[in-house]
């Protein structure tokens, strides 16, 4: 009998979490900066599993300001299931991260 969608969509989450996990913390490949879960979940969005940039390095890689690339990024993340699951963990691990990060960005 094959899975259910329920059972892929639960496999899928615990894959993501997993992910977000490793990559929390792991250092920006461009800047060097910390990365949080948020930014790890950013960069899985945009195709950067492999190489996960921070907010401000994202954002400039697509010419946008941290503080558009995070609002646009987010309102994407919370309409999609499986990587809303990825934001929750996040903010259940942080604090306003993101807010700090976009203005400090915009300093840059």
């Known amino acids: 009998m094959p899975p259910s969608s329920s ?7 615990a894959e993501l ?3 977000l996990a490793r990559m929390r913390g792991a250092p ?3 800047c060097r900066k910390t990365l949080c879960g948020h930014e790890a979940l ?13 907010l401000a390095c ?15 990024l987010r309102e994407y993340v919370l309409h ?5 699951e990825g934001w929750a963990w996040a903010d259940a691990r942080e ?3 993101l807010r ?3 203005r400090d960005g915009e300093n840059r």
């Open 28 to 30: 920006c490949p461009r």
């Open 17 to 19: 979490l997993a992910d």
């Open 42 to 54: 950013m960069s899985i969005v945009m195709g950067f599993k492999s190489s996960p940039h921070c």
């Open 58 to 72: 994202l954002a400039a890689a697509m010419e946008r300001t941290p503080a558009e690339m995070s609002e646009q």
């Open 95 to 97: 604090n306003s991260c």
């Open 100 to 102: 700090k990060d976009a």
């Open 7 to 13: 059972d892929a969509e639960a496999r899928k989450i």
């Open 80 to 84: 999609r299931p499986c990587y809303r």
